[in-house]
């Protein structure tokens, strides 16, 4: 049984349907069949029960009669609720925080990928571990009262807080082998797909580069591990593409933190592609998650560029001219179908094209090596002959530049820098 919530007059219940039905994704994703939903309109949420006392027992009926085993709330349940509920109606109950995390848990597949999990299920429960120790306390009058329970839950919270600080040491490692790896790839323009769950993040990277082999599926957090492949633009020119993990409406941003890949990969990124599913009837509350979740992570600059993904799946054509009309800065495309594909590689060349700046080299004809240099690693406008000289020049990311310079003057030292 999923329960949604309409607590607030701005939550209307086509709204908390809408939710519902996410709700309902994430749990056959889990792998739950939903039997029955439920919405409540309640202004105010009762502390002992979430719900009214005779609405609990009205729904204890309804899960009785259906033998239902599992009731997800869409909403976070304090411990002392979820007890309190699981006892009414002799089942499990979930929060809708609690069954993301178990999805990550079952969908891990690196071992990083493990320990991010296993971190955001800590940090998740240590939080929760502190509120039921501050109700007890409350029970025995006062914080500062000694008692059995007071121990047990400090014994636990020091475990927890332990192992913490155990996984992330061992994330900060694998950090830091990443960043060594990734060295060399420093100097190429970096660029992030972010996104909603679901919104086709994956299948992009997959139809923009051959071979990566990114899993995608009509699952929510298909994706848990990043992974980053060159993509091609023009000649000489690349950016380093990455994939990374969807987000979701109220997916407490401290558990995307865990996923520190995910996070570095969206902060050391140049600029960002939001990709967004345009045949979600609720996509533009998922654009709004996402441009929220990216400010919380600590994303300062505008560099995102919105990306309109499915719209072969848009049946309304009229539907699909308003939404040029409201968004005229995005690109629509179908990364499915390989609809439009050419106009983001276009997009991106532009972006990064802004960071390219220009050079002329004078160099002498028998340095071949350094000719030959440019011609792999810049974009080489022009080149003339005057006298014994060649006068080359080109363009390359400002980034790369630096790179390209110790090079020109490790092959060339005679060789002088016009401009
Ligand atoms: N109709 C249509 N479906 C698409 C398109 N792009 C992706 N999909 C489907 O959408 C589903 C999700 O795609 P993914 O690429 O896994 O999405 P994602 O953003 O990587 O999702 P997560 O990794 O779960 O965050 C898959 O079933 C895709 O086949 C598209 O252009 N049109
Ligand atoms: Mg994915």
């Not at 349940?77 to 848990?105: G, H, M, W, Y």
């Not at 636990?156 to 060399?184: E, F, M, P, Y």
């Not at 220009?358 to 080489?380: K, N, Q």
Request: glycine share 6%; aromatic share 6%; hydrophobic share 40%.
């Amino acid at each position: 049984m999923l329960v949604g919530v309409s607590s607030s007059p701005e939550t209307t219940r086509k709204m908390v349907e809408e939710y519902l039905e996410e709700l309902a994704f994430l749990a056959d994703t889990a792998g739950a069949e939903v039997v029955t939903r439920s919405i409540q309109e309640r202004k105010v949420i009762d502390p002992a029960w979430f719900l009214g006392k005779g609405k609990v027992e009205e729904l204890g009926h309804i899960i009785e009669g259906a033998e239902i085993d599992l009731v997800i709330f869409d909403e976070e349940l304090s411990p002392v609720q979820a007890r309190n509920l699981e006892k009414a109606f002799e089942c499990k109950v979930l929060d809708r925080t609690e069954l993301i995390l178990q999805i990550f848990a079952v969908r891990a597949k690196s071992s990083q990928a493990k320990m991010q999990v296993e971190l955001a299920q800590l940090e998740y429960l240590l939080p929760r571990l502190t509120r039921l120790w501050t109700h007890l306390s409350k029970q025995k009058g006062g914080i500062g009262t000694k008692g059995p329970g007071e121990t047990q839950i400090e014994t636990d919270r020091r475990l927890v807080r332990n192992r913490i600080s155990i996984l992330k040491k061992k994330l900060a490692g694998i950090a830091r082998q990443h960043d060594i790896q990734t060295r060399d790839r420093q100097g190429t323009p970096r660029v992030a797909l972010v996104g909603y769950t679901n919104a086709g993040k994956s299948t992009l990277m997959n139809a923009l580069c051959p071979n990566a082999g990114a899993y995608a599926e009509d699952r929510l957090f298909a994706t848990l591990d990043t992974r980053t492949r060159r993509l091609q633009l023009k000649l000489n020119k690349t950016v380093l593409l990455s994939d990374t993990v969807g987000f979701i409406r109220k997916l407490p941003h401290r558990l995307v933190e865990c996923f520190r890949s995910t996070l570095d990969e969206v902060l050391q990124a140049d600029f960002l592609l939001h990709i967004i599913d345009a045949s979600h009837p609720g996509f533009e509350e998922q654009v709004q998650v996402v441009r929220q979740t990216l400010q919380e992570i600590g994303v300062r600059h505008a560099n995102i560029i919105e990306v309109f993904n499915k719209i072969d799946a848009i049946e309304d054509p009229a539907a699909l001219r308003s939404l040029s009309l409201r968004y005229p800065e995005a690109i629509c495309i179908s990364a499915a179908r390989g609809l439009n594909l050419n106009a983001l590689r276009h997009a991106v060349s532009d972006y990064v094209a802004r960071d390219y700046r220009e050079r002329t080299l004078r160099v002498h004809v028998a340095d071949y090596h350094l000719i030959s240099y440019l011609y792999e690693h810049a974009e080489v406008l022009d080149r003339r002959q005057e006298d014994e000289d060649v006068v080359i020049t080109y363009r390359a990311h400002q980034n790369r530049l630096p790179d390209i310079d110790t090079r020109i003057k490790a092959l060339d030292e005679g060789a002088s820098n016009v401009a």
